[in-house]
């Protein structure tokens, strides 16, 4: 069977900022130098050229009514820290390069800019930006958020996706196979008299609102509606990995009734981690997440993700699962950050549960060679997975346990180092006992001897008693003084615990 578990615990998130793919821009950008015996097929390099602007309370207006869309860059300012100041200069020239390729495009005249969110408050607030270190596309009647990698390539690529129509027509065969191909993404496809009509221009509306995150599709020909099974004014919601769509009720449909519609069902239980939108459900990653790591090129990689796929369908309504799928061959550079974070073997699919907080972990056995979990298997471990059964934060309790253990033992070690103390303590207080008893059999034979030889010398007895007396002071002396090292000793027993119990605390 394949429902145990092992488990990782470690202080990495799992989910990494947007800024940590300064090296990743680097990396892209020292391709420049990699020719493939054209300079067409180059990947462009940065020609030295400024192209960002800074945009301040004085310009931003006047810079931005140049461009029929406008990149913004809202970011925090870097200060004096020389790694932020490095950070920014990179993400400053993976802009530049953006900018370089945006302005050979002839469609459309596109800017890229910066504002600091330290000294252009006045600027952010006005343009609406409440997020900072965060791209914003400003288009005509809309503001877009970029929410994928700090790459040049990736940036263009998605600004791209926003320069398109937010809705694409299906004509023809080939068409539809393209649309039937798409799998990661949510995808929604009506069929309408025309352009012209009403329904239809409710339906791209709606589209408008989403754009580019959910694709929309329609399309006027019979022919295509009729493998696609929809009736006219009719639209289909399709589930990313899912083959069955859902039968959007109520046609035909106000822009207001779709927009609910999708808002309402745009959860996803199996969703793609992309590099162009890393988390496209919802911004908030806190928390736990099932996380599954399958490379769809590979063989078992490919046979998992069709597992994958089954339990997503058959799960279609349960609004508590929600799998996150990332293919290892997109993200090269964060295999060894993973493999190590999480403990495992990214040659082989995998799937746990993550917590985002503090990346603990707990993943499914799957080594390499044994046969992959069924359909039923998967169910049952990601059933034990919500109902709580399968947790890693179980890790920091078993770490809470160890602590106790170790105080408890720091404990009992001082309790031994008083006894200890005690022993030693009444050691020193037999030995000074013993010689104040020998002192004074001394001074009474000698006061015997004193009064055998002088019985008559009154004077000799005289400064016998006075030394008797002298020897019962010093006696006394010593006794007040054995009682005095006593109390001490004690006082320094109790002060020794009292240190003892203080550390014990702080360990605590």
């Known amino acids: 069977t394949h429902t145990h578990t092992h488990t990782n615990k470690q202080t990495h998130p799992i989910l990494l900022p947007m800024k940590w793919t300064w090296v990743l821009v680097a990396v892209l950008l020292s391709f420049g130098g990699l020719s493939l015996g054209k300079e067409s097929l180059d990947f462009p390099e940065y020609d030295g050229k400024d192209r960002v602007h ?97 790459a040049a390539d990736t940036i263009v690529e998605f600004i791209y996706d926003v320069l398109e129509d937010p809705v694409e027509i299906i004509d023809n065969s080939r068409e539809l196979k393209g649309f039937e191909n798409i799998e990661e993404d949510i995808k929604l496809v009506g069929y309408f008299k025309s352009h012209k009509s009403e329904h239809f221009e409710a339906f791209a509306d709606a589209a408008e609102e989403f754009h580019p995150h959910i694709k929309f599709f329609a399309t006027f020909s019979p022919k295509v509606a009729k493998a696609l099974e929809l009736k006219l004014n009719e639209v289909d919601f399709y589930e990313p990995f899912i083959d069955d769509p859902v039968v959007i009720p109520g046609k035909p449909y106000s822009e ?91 040659s082989y699919p995998q799937i746990g549960v993550v917590d985002a907080g503090d990346a603990d972990s707990v993943w499914m056995d799957m080594d390499e060679g044994d046969d992959l979990p069924s359909v039923d298997e998967l169910e049952d471990w990601i059933e034990d997975a919500l109902s709580g059964k399968i947790d890693p934060d179980e890790d920091d309790d078993d770490d809470d346990d ?15 180092d008083d006894d200890d103390d005690d022993d030693d303590d009444d050691d020193d207080d037999d030995d000074d006992d013993d010689d104040d008893d020998d002192d004074d059999d001394d001074d009474d034979d000698d006061d015997d001897d004193d009064d055998d030889d002088d019985d008559d010398d009154d004077d000799d007895d005289d400064d016998d008693d006075d030394d008797d007396d002298d020897d019962d002071d010093d006696d006394d002396d010593d006794d007040d003084d054995d009682d005095d090292d006593d109390d001490d000793d004690d006082d320094d027993d109790d002060d020794d615990d009292d240190d003892d119990d203080d550390d014990d605390d702080d360990d605590y």
Request: aromatic share 10%; charged share 40%.
């Open 256 to 346: 207001e009734e779709l927009v609910e519609f999708i808002e309402d069902n745009d959860r996803q239980v199996l969703l793609m981690f992309s590099v162009s939108l890393f988390f496209p459900q919802d911004d908030d990653v806190e928390g736990e997440h099932i996380i599954a790591f399958a490379e769809e090129s590979d063989p078992d990689g490919f046979e998992f993700l069709e597992i994958l796929k089954e339990v997503a369908e058959d799960n279609t309504d349960n609004p508590d699962l929600s799998i996150v799928w990332i293919d290892p061959d997109d993200f090269p550079l964060l295999l060894p950050h993973w493999e190590k974070t999480f403990g495992i073997d990214l």
């Open 54 to 150: 800074d945009l301040n309370a004085k310009n931003y207006k006047s810079v931005m009514k140049k461009y029929d869309v406008m990149v913004v860059y809202y970011h925090d300012h870097p200060g004096s820290s020389r790694v932020a100041q490095k950070q920014f200069e990179i993400e400053e020239l993976a802009l530049e390069l953006v900018a370089q390729v945006l302005d050979e495009f002839d469609d459309e005249d596109i800017g890229v800019g910066l504002i600091d969110a330290k000294h252009d408050k006045v600027v952010a607030k006005k343009l609406d930006l409440d997020e900072s270190d965060s791209v914003y596309i400003f288009t005509d009647d809309e503001v877009i958020e970029y929410d994928g990698e700090f």
């Open 402 to 416: 160890d602590d106790d253990d170790d105080d408890d033992d720091d404990d009992d070690d001082d309790d031994d």
